[in-house]
T-cell receptor, first 110, second 114 residues
Framework: GDSVTQMEGPVTLSEEAFLTINCTYTATGYPSLFWYVQYPGEGLQLLLKATKADDKGSNKGFEATYRKETTSFHLEKGSVQVSDSAVYFCALYQGGKLIFGQGTELSVKP | SAVISQKPSRDICQRGTSLTIQCQVDSQVTMMFWYRQQPGQSLTLIATANQGSEATYESGFVIDKFPISRPNLTFSTLTVSNMSPEDSSIYLC???????????FGSGTRLTVV
């Protein structure tokens, strides 16, 4: 069945470091792909999305590119801030359902 | 995008009791979704609730344990019945569709069963 795999956390970075969180997926067809963020004590917020191959989603300095050839949707940010500390979820939409990866916890230290 | 109000935000319940979680949306939506997020885990879809019809449950979830109501296009409830400590999780409702704004989530209900 369809699935999403994320790199394991927790990821700890210093402020202004470069961030990459890997996400790969398995799906039939061409799903839409999402990154969601969950700040401590809060619900999920949509961070960015891409609906077809080579699309780049971007928001708040985060970017991810839909790579069909490698079935990947890695999340990147050039310079992280303490306020980016959260859990990040990669997800795909297929067949009327959202399927989530296991989440990656990011901790940014000043 | 839609704004979702979910309550309670947290609760501590005795085993064997039931808790009903409410989800109110500020606009009419066709489908509402209920998810469970167990400690340290990802989100798992419990069921999809359409107004005017019975909810559709995912594998591993049954109506007797998680009855859902959907009385109108802006409201839904999820009940966690006959609770055990294994039901301790965050429960979230969600609305929307990928082709608009992606899915919008409520802030969640953090349930602890003792």
């Amino acid at each position: 069945g369809d699935s999403v795999t994320q790199m394991e956390g927790p990821v700890t970075l210093s402020e202004e470091a470069f961030l990459t969180i890997n996400c790969t997926y398995t799906a039939t067809g061409y799903p839409s792909l999402f990154w969601y963020v969950q700040y401590p004590g809060e619900g999920l917020q949509l961070l960015l999305k891409a609906t077809k191959a080579d699309d780049k989603g971007s928001n708040k300095g985060f970017e991810a590119t839909y790579r069909k050839e490698t079935t990947s949707f890695h999340l990147e940010k050039g310079s992280v801030q303490v306020s980016d500390s959260a859990v990040y979820f990669c997800a795909l939409y297929q067949g009327g359902k959202l399927i989530f990866g296991q989440g990656t916890e990011l901790s940014v230290k000043p | 995008s839609a704004v979702i109000s979910q309550k309670p935000s947290r609760d501590i319940c005795q085993r064997g009791t039931s808790l009903t979680i409410q989800c109110q949306v500020d606009s009419q939506v066709t489908m509402m979704f209920w998810y469970r997020q167990q400690p340290g885990q990802s989100l798992t879809l419990i069921a999809t609730a359409n107004q005017g019809s019975e909810a559709t449950y995912e594998s591993g979830f049954v109506i007797d344990k998680f009855p859902i109501s959907r009385p109108n296009l802006t409201f839904s409830t999820l009940t966690v019945s006959n609770m055990s400590p294994e039901d301790s999780s965050i429960y979230l409702c969600s609305v929307g569709g990928w082709n608009n704004y992606g899915y919008t989530f409520g802030s969640g209900t953090r349930l602890t069963v003792v």
